[in-house]
Nanobody, 122 residues
């Protein structure tokens, strides 16, 4: 079974940047479209961005368009989420998962990683 692990979270000031990484063990990641999702305390998990298996197609939730960039390096078996101009409302636990169809719907995603925490605060 594909196992995903996120890294790169931490504390950043508003306006700052972070790069999250999603790594796979045991399987080639380039077979799968991968999505990034997040969950803030007391809120439902939501889709943030997705990238197709080839990297040729991406999808973004409206609130992150122009600020977040998803990319993948299939040679390194990783998917990245570059986050810039971070806002307090971007804080939460960020997860990567297989997102069939790149629909940004948590209910249809699979093989969730354990998540990485992002704090945005001054």
């Amino acid at each position: 079974q594909l196992e995903l692990v996120e890294s790169g979270g931490g504390l950043v000031q508003p306006g700052g940047s972070l790069r999250l990484s999603c790594a796979a063990s045991g399987y080639r990641l380039d077979y799968y479209p991968i999505g990034w999702f997040r969950q803030a305390p007391g809120k439902e998990r939501e889709g943030v961005s997705c990238i197709s298996s080839s990297g040729g197609s991406t999808n973004y939730e409206d609130s992150v368009k122009g600020r977040f960039t998803i990319s993948r390096d299939n040679a390194k078996n990783r998917v990245y989420l570059q986050m810039t101009s971070l806002k307090p409302e971007d804080a939460g636990v960020y997860y990567c998962a297989i997102d069939w169809g790149c629909e940004l719907q948590p209910s249809t995603a699979a093989s969730w990683g354990p998540g990485t925490q992002v704090f945005v605060s001054s």
